[in-house]
Nanobody, 122 residues
């Protein structure tokens, strides 16, 4: 499975973006997927996860109410709608495929996308 993330950009605080992740290659209907982010000087952290077949979302508390994860099986695509952006949301956002969703979100990572930069100005 190859993952291609897009949709990042420069946005003012309070703005919105829609990140997309297109999957290609072998079918991955049994996978779970998710979005991570990594800010400069910080570790990569999980933002949201979703079961691929059932579409059950899991959003981390620190972005709950602002970020929405979804997927479109027919388009082999994963999305992250981000609203009410804050400067602290500035990071490179990565999509990933994994084998399960555990207590810490998406686990058993098998594939990473290349990342898309989100920059929020104050």
């Amino acid at each position: 499975v190859q993952l291609q993330a897009s949709g990042g950009g420069l946005v003012q605080a309070g703005g919105s973006l829609r990140l997309s992740c297109k999957a290609s290659g072998s079918t991955f209907s049994s996978y779970a997927m998710g979005w991570f982010r990594q800010a400069p000087g910080k570790e990569r952290e999980i933002v949201a996860s979703i079961t691929w077949r059932g579409g059950v979302p899991y959003v981390e508390d620190f972005v709950k109410g602002r970020f929405i994860i979804s997927r479109d099986i027919s388009k082999n695509s994963l999305y992250l709608q981000v609203h009410s952006l804050k400067p602290e949301d500035t990071a490179v956002y990565f999509c990933a495929a994994g084998s399960r969703i555990g207590s810490r979100g998406l686990e058993g990572i098998t594939n990473w996308g290349q990342g898309t930069q989100v920059t929020v100005s104050s």
